[in-house]
């Protein structure tokens, strides 16, 4: 899996990486970050601001993990807050376009690593969930993929757990 880097014209060898973590036991989508299979799951952790500050320290500590086994990628989200009254998550429906005033986590993924065209999934704290097509400057929200996102809001923060199916989106399989 690689991250976006900062240019879009840098070669993507020279973004950050992490080796998705294989595994035989698929977590349960259910919010809760507690089952064994988590604590082997690759880490992402090293996250910045882009606004206030471009390339700035967050204020809150946010770490995604990832697995995968045959049949899907896993993405289990922690949103750590210091301020848990104030996690915002007003709207409930489906692709609600409203939910930008949300706290949200947002992934997109570019299988044919175009740096251009992808599928844009989003989750707020309540688990509503977004999706849509990313192509060049466009977004296409009318894509509706097929995938499972939970989340819970605790005293810690919020977190969410997702569970994209390879059928659901395409893909180089000879693509590294």
Known sequence: LLLASQSATASLDAGPR???VWTEVAPEIDGRLDEEVWKTAAV???FHTA???IAGTPSQRTGVRILSDRDALYFAVECYDDRPDEIVANHMLRDDVDTYWDDRVNFVIDPFL??????FFQVNPVGVRRDGLVEGPNFEPNWDGIWTA???T???GWFAEVRLPYKTIGFDPKAT
Do not use: F, L, Q
């Open 114 to 119: 175009s740096r251009r065209n992808g599928y």
């Open 51 to 53: 606004v206030p500050e």
């Open 150 to 152: 939970k989340a819970r």
């Open 154 to 156: 605790t005293h810690e």
């Open 44 to 46: 992402i952790d090293d």
């Open 18 to 20: 992490v080796e998705v």
